[in-house]
């Protein structure tokens, strides 16, 4: 054997082997991946696929859609759990309830949307759940939500309760979250057009509520494509989360070498509250939220109503802000955000406070800790949930 024979011999050689260990490294990888998705099937038998069977909704014509009485166990690939969700006869999210508080017992109802109805976790870690258990047996705390619920959808629906004789209570909590603004006029959230399956508010000269509602049905927000589906792909991915909500330095390094996630879309804070036609939107939201403020004063006689702000995750997580801050011309709104990051809440106090409603501010507690959001699923925690109720029961309970 020559030289060069012997040269090339030990080159494929080398190459065979490099081969080797990359099919070895890939099939040993196949292998974990496969038996961790078969481990996670296996705990979770039941639930996983039940959103894809039945959904959660139904149309509705005020309202555009309505929760479907009904038992549901359901997975929820954001928090990474097997969530129950039980409907009552009332449409709500609650335990069988009657239409009067039973006797002796205040009840409070907290209305709102998603971040309220909580759907990444089981009810009594919610924070209504949370809040129930601070208050006491001598309170009766009812969640009111719908998930992608604006102001005026939550009104239509305490109307449609109320109608049907639902007592509200002695004190009614109307969470307000940055989105509401897109909500009420039936926008998208990110591109601000008109979402065909959702119902559109206006208030006219006379101060009639006015609303257009689509005829589709709300699509169940749980679909995904199958490899999103897959169980141990996604709980890979929410313990990178988890880490980089904690760690935002994790962020940064993987950003410097290229590896770090894209802000994929404007997100619907940014789109809603900056940029221009922002007070336009917002002036269409006072006028709905006057009405509701009013329906309430006028209709419902000795009910308080109080106002709650619950943040986006961008004005209160690091890592949410260090990602938009390194995508800074994918958008110019971008720089108006972080130039008034409070604009939502300082807008939304300065009306409660100009109409002498009671106003909760969640978002200083919620920055003094950590993990307080879902990093992907985007809503509240077990963390962020306790300190939302938290700061309910210290505003609404406490002070008399």
Known sequence: MTKRDFGAS?????????????????????????AGEAYFRIKYKGAVGAAAETSLYEFDRQRGWRLRPGEYLRFNYGSHRAIHVAINEWGLRERALAAKAPAGKERVSIVGDSFVFAEALNAPNRFTGQLQSLAG??????????????????LRLLQELISKGFQIGEKIVLV?????????????????????????FDVDEKGNLLSVVPKEKKKDSQSASPWMRS??????????EVAATRYPWIFVALDTVGLAPKVPRTPGIIAGWYGAGWEQRWAATVEILDYFA???????????????????PLQVEDVFQVMISRNMDMDIRFAEFFGDIDRPQRMLRKYAEERNIPFI???????????????????????????????????????K
């Not at 030990?10 to 496969?34: D, E, K, P, Q, W």
């Not at 047996?137 to 939550?154: A, D, F, L, M, R």
């Not at 979250?177 to 591109?191: A, V």
């Open 176 to 200: 307000f979250f940055t989105n509401d603004i897109q909500d009420n006029l039936g926008l998208t959230y990110s591109t601000l057009e008109a979402d065909p399956q959702k119902p559109s």
């Open 361 to 399: 501010d969640m978002t200083p507690l919620l920055r003094k800790a950590s993990g307080t959001y879902f990093p992907s699923e985007g809503h509240l925690s077990e963390v962020g949930s306790e300190i939302a109720a938290k700061a309910i029961y210290e505003n609404a309970f406490e002070r």
């Open 137 to 154: 047996p001598q309170y009766e705390v009812i969640n009111i939500s719908v998930p992608g619920y604006g102001t005026g959808q939550q």
């Open 294 to 312: 009013n329906y309430v004063g006028t209709q419902l006689e000795g009910t308080e109503l109080q106002i709650a702000f619950v943040p986006s």
């Open 10 to 34: 030990r080159v494929r050689h080398s190459l065979a082997n490099t081969a080797l260990v990359f099919a070895s490294l890939g099939i040993t990888c196949l292998l974990v991946f496969a």
């Open 231 to 240: 169980l141990f792909y996604n709980f890979l991915k929410r313990r990178m």
